[in-house]
Every structure is written in structure tokens, then in C-alpha cells.
């Protein structure tokens, strides 16, 4: 029998590694509601508080609702083609191999710039119990630690992320039900202040700064939810993405309600949000004015856990996107490379190793690392949102009425729905260049485009031809050519 017979030829195929649909329904779940729930409700709170005093609560909800319309246009088509690298992939596929590259560089960008951000900090709170190590040590022993987890394979991912998010999702519910016993009971250790009460939400009226603190903390409010979209990465690697995905996706509404509103409203009942100083996290005065000792020793924990998350998450959607990129031909052909276990290990690694300078960078000069560096990742997630909307509406264009009648899971009402959600992020963008706080990252945006725009460009000239690429999982050299397999 000839090696290039068909049976040769599936025999072959059949041996390549694969990335493995290993992530149950637990950790699909789990993910999606670790991916809503970070730093910015633990300790940004406070911010967006003092921004809006209680209408914050109205800016989560309406800020809520356009994460979930975002996701919904993901689902549509992660549920009809759930594969590794999702939006850049559906980019590629749909609009064209330079939307593709944009959106899946533009989200790899973003992730290292966050995930360099959280292993600078993640010292911080390390130093709380150990002063002691520097902070360059606990970055290190975290960036392998979470490294060799997401080397492992994709179910121990799943676990550790799992568990990391369960910790974030009891602390939150644990602070809103003891929340709620110090209101119904009236508990009070502070003679300072008014005894708790809802009350406390329309002390000063329900907008003490008007419309317009409601309209300035939508950008804070929007870039809380950064992360949700990860639920689309993880479709290619889901053991019943059909069934998982629209579950997580339907769930994110709620989750919104109860841990971003349910848990301030709760803060600004037991606290009056006047008296928020925006230097101590708000869940911290819910444990003290219970009087539970070690409030402080609590949140670090649980601050530090996910800090932790946030970078798996990091790490996992990086490498499934630069492994995407790859299979394109809008990355280097060495990325496609799978371990026996189904990871795609040379982007695990490649990530890591390009966050180890990004976090040497922000030692050196944290100063041009958060301004510039950070603004770029601040505008990288409306780019993002913006190319999913658009991704979506060609997507529909392609596989016209009869493949809509078709899909098992759609966006609501897909005619004017991503119009009302690009015009939605348009008004971000333009809160944001009002604000002196984001208006580096209004000025970073189009210089960003156009460097993703060049760099197409330059990979394009530089391109081998797509028939020199060898199949999947085999690929030698550096090219830059598709994946045809």
C-alpha cells in the first residue's frame, strides 16, 4: 500500500495532535463567571462610586446589557462553528485574512498588556504577608507556576480556573449576605456613621451628580467586563460547545445583577456612598462594620486569587489565539505546534516568555508601561467589541437567510442590534476622550490600528506561498503561510 493511498493518508491525519475538547460544563461556566468578576469590583468600586454616587448601579445595567448583546453575536458563531481563536478565526473567515489578523493580534496585545499589569501587582499582595520578598520574585514563581498549569493540558486549565473562580464567586456572595444581615439587623460598630439602610441610595437622590457622573463612569463600568468574551475561546475546546456555550452565554445577565449590582447596592446600603474614601475596598467596611476580625487578610486572599485567574485566563486565550493566528497564516507557522496532550504549546510559551519582558518593562519604567502601554490595552478591548458586531453582521451576509433559518442559537432582534451596540461603544470612546484619565488611549487607538494595519502589510510581502506549508502540527521553518489542512 502506497504511503499516498487514503488509508495512509487518514492514518496520518489521525496521529497529528489536536487540541482536545476537555473542558466540562462546570468549567465552561465557571470561567464565564470568573471572567465578569475581578479586581475592579473588589477594590475599582470605590471609583465608580464616588464617580456616580448610587446611578452607578443604573451604568452596570446598562453597561451589562451590551456585554451580553457582544456575547450573544460571539455565541451565534461560536455555536455554529465552535473552533480555537474565535472572533479572529470568524474575522478571518467572514470579513477577510486582514480583519482577522488585526482582531486576533489586537486581543493578544490586550491580554499581555493586562496579564503584565497583574503579575506586576500581584507582589502587592504577597508583600502583605511577607514584606519581605521582592516583588520581581513573586511575579517570577507565579509566571511559571500558571505556565506549567496551562502546559498541562486544557482539563487542568479548567480545573485550577475553576476553583480560582469559585473563590472570587463565594467571596461576593458571602459579602452580599452578610450585607444583608448587617441591613435587616441594623448592625452598627461605627458611631461615626448612619445606621444601614437602602435608604442610604436616595439620601442625596438617586443622581447626586447627574446625568453626567452616570454618562463619565460607563467607561469604568464597560472596562469591568473585560474578560466575558473568553467564553467564545473556549468553544473549540468544550466537550458540547452547542450546549455550554449559549448556557454561559444566558447566564451572563444575571451574574451581572447579582455580583456588580445585587453586591453595590448592598456596599451603599451598609455605607453610605458619601463615605466611601475610595483608598479602602468597600468589602472591607462590610466585614468591619460587622465586626468580623481579619477583613483585610480576607480580601488579600482573595484579591490575590484572582489576580492569579486573571492571568490563566490570560495565558489559555493567548496561546489558543496566537495557535488560531497561525492556522490562518497571520502568525509564524511554528505556533500551530501541539503537544501529545492537545496544547498549543509554542503559544503558551511564546506568551509567556513576551509577558516576561512586558513585566521587566513595567519595573524598569512603570511609568510609560501603565500610561501608554495600558492605554493601548484600554482601547484594544472597544476594538474588539466593535470587530465582533461587524464580524457578526458579514458573518450573517455570508450564510444568508436559509443558513439564519438554521443556527440553533442567535442574537436577539440581529437587524438593528449591532448598530445600537457599535453606537453604544462610539459614545464610550467619546466619554472617554473627555476624560483626562483615557484620553491617551483615544490618541493611542488609530496609532495602534495603523501599526496592526502595517504589520498585515509586512507579513503579507514576507509571506511564503501557501503551498510550501506542510499539514497541521507539522510545520517547519518560521513561515507565515495558512493552515489548508
Do not use: C
Amino acid at each position: 500500500m502506497s504511503a499516498s493511498s487514503p488509508t495512509a493518508a487518514k492514518a496520518v491525519t489521525a496521529s497529528i495532535p489536536v487540541l482536545k475538547r476537555g473542558l466540562k460544563n462546570r468549567h465552561i461556566q465557571m470561567i464565564a463567571l470568573g471572567g465578569a468578576i475581578g479586581t475592579g469590583l473588589f477594590y475599582g468600586s470605590s471609583e465608580a462610586i464616588g464617580m456616580a454616587g448610587p446611578s452607578v448601579l443604573l451604568a452596570y445595567i446598562v453597561g451589562g446589557a451590551m456585554i451580553f448583546l457582544i456575547v450573544r453575536a460571539l455565541g451565534e458563531m461560536s455555536v455554529d462553528n465552535p473552533v480555537s481563536g474565535a472572533f479572529s478565526h470568524y474575522a478571518n473567515e467572514n470579513w477577510s485574512q486582514r480583519a482577522g489578523f488585526v482582531s486576533g493580534w489586537n486581543y493578544w496585545f490586550n491580554y499581555i498588556a493586562v496579564s503584565m499589569v497583574e503579575l506586576a501587582v500581584v507582589g502587592s499582595f504577597v508583600n502583605y504577608w511577607l514584606p519581605g520578598v521582592p516583588t520581581w520574585a513573586s511575579a517570577a514563581v507565579f509566571l511559571v507556576l500558571i505556565t506549567g498549569i496551562n502546559l498541562i493540558g486544557v482539563r487542568t486549565f479548567g480545573e485550577f480556573e475553576f476553583w480560582f473562580a469559585l473563590v472570587k464567586v463565594v467571596a461576593v456572595i458571602g459579602m452580599i449576605v452578610l450585607g444583608a444581615i448587617v441591613i435587616v439587623f441594623r448592625i452598627n460598630n461605627s458611631a461615626d456613621l448612619p445606621d444601614p439602610s437602602f435608604a442610604h441610595l436616595f439620601d442625596q437622590g438617586f443622581f447626586p451628580f447627574g446625568l453626567t457622573g452616570t454618562l463619565a463612569v460607563l467607561v469604568v463600568v464597560m472596562f469591568s467586563f473585560g474578560g466575558t468574551e473568553l467564553i467564545g475561546i473556549t468553544a473549540g475546546e468544550a466537550e458540547n460547545p452547542r450546549r455550554t456555550i449559549p448556557k454561559a452565554i444566558n447566564q451572563v445577565i444575571p451574574r451581572i445583577l447579582i455580583f456588580y449590582v445585587g453586591a453595590l447596592a448592598v456596599v451603599m446600603a451598609v455605607v453610605p456612598w458619601a463615605s466611601l474614601d475610595g483608598q479602602t475596598s468597600p468589602f472591607v467596611q462590610i466585614f468591619d462594620r460587622i465586626g468580623i476580625p481579619g477583613a483585610a487578610h480576607i480580601l488579600n486572599l482573595v484579591v490575590l486569587t484572582a489576580v492569579i485567574s486573571v492571568y490563566n485566563s490570560g495565558l489559555y486565550s493567548n496561546a489558543r489565539m496566537l495557535y488560531s493566528l497561525a492556522r490562518q497564516g497571520n502568525a509564524p507557522a511554528y505556533l500551530r505546534r501541539i503537544s501529545n496532550s492537545g496544547v498549543p504549546v509554542a503559544g503558551v510559551l511564546t506568551s509567556s516568555a513576551v509577558t516576561v519582558i512586558a513585566v521587566i518593562v513595567v519595573f524598569v519604567w512603570p511609568d510609560f508601561a501603565f500610561r501608554y502601554l495600558m492605554s493601548i490595552a484600554t482601547i484594544a478591548a472597544i476594538i474588539n467589541w466593535s470587530m465582533i458586531m461587524i464580524t457578526q453582521m458579514k458573518f450573517r451576509r455570508r450564510i444568508g437567510p436559509e443558513g439564519v433559518e438554521k443556527l440553533e442559537y442567535r442574537l436577539p432582534w440581529a437587524r438593528v442590534t449591532p448598530w445600537i451596540v457599535l453606537a453604544f461603544l462610539a459614545a464610550v470612546v467619546v466619554l472617554m476622550a473627555l476624560s483626562p484619565d483615557y484620553r491617551t488611549a483615544v490618541i493611542a487607538g488609530p496609532i495602534w490600528l495603523g501599526i496592526l494595519l502595517i504589520g498585515y502589510e509586512v507579513k503579507k510581502r514576507r509571506a511564503r506561498p501557501a503551498g510550501d506549508v506542510q499539514a497541521q502540527g507539522a510545520p517547519s521553518g518560521g513561515g507565515w503561510g495558512a493552515d489548508r489542512s
